[in-house]
């Protein structure tokens, strides 16, 4: 798979990334919102966006440290807000934020989230009530499949 094919671009705001299975939002926090978020305020973020069943989903959630990685590469350029180099897919819309929130918390130390940078590549405790920070959401892109028996199947054809 080539690098052209592993982001889909959905036509409603989201991505597809192939390679991972997840749907992304294709603007980040900042972009959205016009400012930058602290912990709280991207899990508020997260509920908003549910509550509008956003593209049609009300499962979006911040993303895991190793899903936020998966977006990086040395060989990708796009700017942030700041006119900065971050290493992210020039599939996302450009001028957002260099950082984001993940929904991992510091064990014994709640008062700490992990973030990950787009400009270096490193994941990195922050105080969550840093607001100097953004966050990218995300969602499983499977569907579930809904179980049913086999023999349920033939009960549910209609004769006339």
């Not at 040395?74 to 993940?102: A, C, L, Q």
């Not at 130390?109 to 940078?117: G, N, T, V």
């Amino acid at each position: 798979m080539t690098e052209q094919e592993r982001f889909i671009d959905n036509g409603d705001d989201t991505l597809t990334d192939t390679r991972y299975n997840a749907m992304w939002l294709k603007h980040d926090s900042y972009q959205v919102k016009g400012k930058w978020c602290s912990w709280k305020g991207a899990n508020k973020f997260v509920e908003k966006l549910n509550e509008e069943k956003f593209a049609g989903y009300d499962d979006w959630r911040l993303c895991s440290t190793e899903e936020a990685k998966s977006m990086f590469s040395f060989t990708k350029s796009s700017v942030d807000k700041d006119g900065s180099e971050i290493h992210i897919d020039e599939v996302f819309e450009p001028d957002g934020g260099h950082n984001t929130w993940t929904y991992v918390e510091k064990p014994d130390y709640h008062q700490y989230a992990e973030k990950f940078s787009y400009i270096t590549g490193n994941e990195f405790w922050e105080h969550k009530d840093n607001e100097y920070s953004h966050v990218r959401l995300v969602r499983d892109a499977s569907e579930r499949e809904e179980y049913e028996p086999e023999w349920r199947k033939d009960t549910k054809k209609f004769q006339r």
